[in-house]
């Protein structure tokens, strides 16, 4: 094991060995071959855990686990409350409750890096500093201050040294994930490796103040059309990787519901306007803020809402939230087989069986099917979804992942403000412009264009080498779909021939009546008008029986 080439590492390695033997995972050593390694380290096996922890369930124990561990599993721990795809809710729920009880540090130990990160005494460029924090993480803590020209702004300040532990921590991490997705079949179902990949990811992203800083400029220029929406402004002149600074904004809590009251501001209306925000960022944006609870936001006069901390954000792909609307409309339109191709899609190449899926999907959606979207539950469909899901071993993308988690959070935010709050409902108005725009004429001819360009160079490609596969390519025809493929086309072509007799109904009533075929009181041919009313009827007919699909949202 590389991790134990450092007595550092060895230490720590046998710290957390520690905790896990304290709250009773004495099994997971041992499936994950850890046992030797730790004995090594000078740990016995032979703890069994304290028994006033093993009479709590396995969930819970992680959750204390990880958290004496410290920030850096923590924070792991809070990465797995997004992942509604491979944990259950009640397991979920424990992650929630991760906490960082990190302790405040001595305005001391912080100056000196503050300086050298600003390049000047802190009397030269701030008028006052308040050495209390307001806010403390593990990551960094937040001081209020004020500008020589008077402005009020807050300093976040990475902690020194915390960057080298966390690289630390995150080594012994890559080294846990490899052993466990190598000795234990259960744990490889989790996809440690890759979750830990993207756990480095974010984390090595929040230790970079200028990652945030960057993501509340984008958020507040993409949502700068809301009068009612204020987002922090970056100083740029001052901030860097190690030190946030941005203007200070007062407001009143959005969990603190009697102040809210006390002010005489609409809770109702706040609630409506946090969602419109999130389902622009999510939809129409494809960036978005990821941890939306009522921590995150303050509420101001008028019913104004701040919105702070960006360090958590996700990014959807126009793919992506091609693939959402479609979820979406499959739901809403009942098509068990579009739900079940887009989730497919998700599973990254894992073996699916895809006529199980569509029967599993058929079940969700006849639990929702002509539900009024005010006794739809989010919270409870998206249960049911990342249920399947794990159902099938299937692994959703982490965008994904964050989104759902991202959506529940916020209802759970709305529902505190407003009990009747209706998340669906909100979302109404911008998949109405989304699906419109999907099914519009001058995109369907745009794309009929590209896929005729598609065609025109394959034509014009020359012929592969024999055994060779192109990258990417691909018959177009999967057999899964192939026999509804086949029924699909013979509806079309049903319904194109009953187009066809429809304008003639009309072109022989339209003649009939020019000619004044009779019987014709008052010279109107009356065959011609029972042949147009039939006509008409039918069209009729033919134009619902297409727009269906579009019905909910026209």
């Not at 740990?43 to 850096?72: K, Y």
């Not at 001058?442 to 020359?462: I, S």
């Amino acid at each position: 094991m590389s991790l134990l080439h450092t007595g550092k590492d060895l230490r720590r390695l046998n710290q957390v060995a520690g905790i896990l033997l304290k709250y009773g995972f004495t099994d997971v050593l041992r499936r994950v071959g850890l046992a030797t390694p730790v004995e090594q380290a000078g740990r016995l096996m032979r703890h069994g855990g304290e028994s006033r922890f093993l009479r709590m369930g396995t969930a819970e124990r992680l959750r204390h686990a990880l958290e004496e561990m410290g920030p850096t599993y923590v924070k792991l721990g809070q990465l797995l409350a997004t992942r509604v795809d491979l944990f259950p809710p009640d397991w979920i729920a424990e992650f929630e409750q991760l906490q960082d009880r990190a302790t405040a540090l001595p305005f001391a130990a912080l100056r000196p890096g503050l300086e050298a990160t600003l390049g000047e005494p802190l009397n030269r460029l701030f008028s006052y500093v308040d050495e209390t924090p307001v806010g403390v993480a593990s990551i960094g803590q937040v001081h209020a201050a004020i500008t020589l020209t008077g402005q009020r702004v807050v300093l976040k300040i990475r902690k020194p040294g915390i960057a080298a532990m966390i690289e630390s921590d995150l080594r012994l991490l890559d080294q846990l994930a490899k052993l466990a997705s190598d000795n234990s079949v259960e744990l490889r179902r989790y996809r440690p490796v890759e979750l830990v990949r993207e756990f480095r990811r974010s984390l090595m992203r929040e230790l970079d103040f200028t990652i945030e800083a960057r993501n509340a400029s984008r958020i507040r220029k993409n949502l700068r059309g809301f009068k009612w929406l204020i987002v922090p402004r970056v100083i740029w002149q001052y901030s860097s990787d190690s030190l946030q600074v941005q203007e200070r904004i007062e407001g009143i809590p959005a969990r603190a519901l009697g102040q809210l009251d006390a002010a005489g501001l609409d809770r109702a209306l706040i609630a409506r306007r946090g969602a419109t925000l999130a389902w622009k960022m999510a939809l129409e944006d494809g960036f978005f803020h990821a941890d939306p609870h009522p921590g995150n936001f303050l509420i101001l006069p008028g019913n104004r809402i701040a919105m702070l901390d960006f360090g958590m954000v996700g990014k959807l792909s126009d793919g992506r939230r091609e693939q959402i609307v479609r979820l979406v409309r499959a739901i809403i339109t009942r098509e068990p087989e579009q739900g079940a191709a887009v989730l497919s899609a998700w599973s990254d190449g894992q073996p699916v069986n895809f006529e199980q899926l569509v029967a599993d999907v058929e079940d969700v959606i006849s639990r929702y099917y002509g539900l009024p979207l005010a006794e739809l539950d989010i919270s409870a469909l998206i249960g049911d979804i990342t249920a399947l899901v794990r159902n099938h071993g299937l692994v959703l993308p982490s965008d994904i992942a964050l989104l759902l988690k991202t959506l529940i959070t916020l209802e759970g935010f709305g529902r505190l403000l407003n009990p009747g709050f209706d998340l669906i409902e909100e979302a109404r108005p911008l998949m109405q412009r989304l699906v419109r725009h999907r099914y519009s004429p001058r995109r369907l001819a745009r794309n009929l264009g590209l896929r005729a360009l598609d065609v025109v160079d394959r034509a014009y490609a020359p012929p592969d080498p024999p055994g060779a596969v192109r990258p990417g390519a691909d018959s177009g025809l999967d057999p899964r779909h192939l026999e509804r493929l086949v029924a699909r086309l013979e509806r079309g072509q049903y319904r194109q021939i009953q187009a066809l007799l429809v304008i003639s109904g009309i072109l022989s009533g339209t003649i009939l009546l020019a000619a004044r075929v009779p019987p014709a009181p008052w010279g109107i041919s009356a065959l011609g008008v029972l042949v147009l009313l039939g006509a008409g009827v039918w069209s009729t007919w033919l134009l619902w029986v297409s727009r269906r699909h579009l019905r909910e949202w026209e």
